[in-house]
């Protein structure tokens, strides 16, 4: 069922979800929190943008021209939707098809930023035969490999242009082996914990194109406070008052 929500206060920005798909999360806040935007950054992609909440929370942070592709049909129509209604049209473009294809649209070196909120899971990992294909396509990587990914972005990328993303803690030596394959140099990395005394499951990465050799590990983000409420660092990602 289509659904009309508030985008976490910011802006009182609306997007448009599908409760039967893949809805955006925490993820999908903190990555355009934490990417590196420049004065002088002019144009920037999100890759799998989903129903674009990365493209609409960066509005907030940058005038420069956001593009958003989006594979799933019924997934970039909610996204075309909540850029409408958000009267965001002039800044926003989005594109239904399968970022492998970005050559139809794009030249290469072409972009200053590009982010991605890809699928975390190996097709055989982890996967529910029940799931819809929606959810599989979002959460598995059937139609796109986080090699895909970094390839993407190298090929992309202007010289010296900025890639970040979110992903599972899990998966970090291998992120950061692609990262190095693609000459993506990793840059600055940021761990996410549920709660204190947890492990991490997820990390921000942020890496530079043919970037010099200096890696910055930022302080740590944690979710929750022990009673399960989140901690006032992200409830100001949210623009909530207390």
Avoid: W
Avoid at 22 to 37: E, G, H, K, M, R
Avoid at 81 to 95: D, F, P, T
Avoid at 116 to 142: D, G, M
Avoid at 196 to 225: A, D, F, Q, Y
């Amino acid at each position: 069922m289509k659904v009309v929500n508030d985008l976490l206060n910011y802006k009182n920005m609306k997007i448009v979800q599908n409760e039967d798909y893949f809805n955006f999360s925490l993820d999908s806040v903190l990555l355009p929190n934490f990417v590196t935007i420049k004065k002088n950054t002019k144009k920037i992609l999100d890759l799998g943008t989903g129903n674009a909440p990365i493209p609409l929370i960066l509005t907030t942070r940058t005038n420069a021209k956001i593009y958003g592709i989006e594979l799933q049909k019924e997934v970039y129509d909610l996204a075309v939707e909540s850029v409408k209604m958000n009267q965001l049209n002039n800044q926003i473009e989005l594109i239904n098809d399968n970022m492998k294809s970005l050559d139809k649209y794009f030249e290469i070196n072409s972009f200053d930023v590009i982010l991605c909120n890809p699928p975390y899971f190996r097709l055989n990992e982890q996967s529910n035969v029940n799931e819809s294909i929606q959810k599989t396509i979002a959460r598995h990587e059937k139609e796109i490999t986080l090699s895909d990914i970094l390839s993407i972005a190298k090929k992309y990328l202007n010289n010296n242009g900025t890639f970040a993303m979110v992903h599972r803690t899990d998966r970090l030596i291998e992120i950061i082996d692609e990262f190095k394959k693609n000459n993506i140099e990793p840059k600055r990395i940021q761990l996410i914990y549920p709660k204190e005394k947890t492990e991490s499951n997820m990390v921000l990465i942020e890496g530079r194109k043919n970037g010099n050799i200096g890696l910055k590990v930022l302080p740590p983000i944690i979710v929750h406070n022990f009673d399960g409420e989140y901690r006032q660092e992200i409830k100001e990602l949210f623009h909530e008052r207390r």
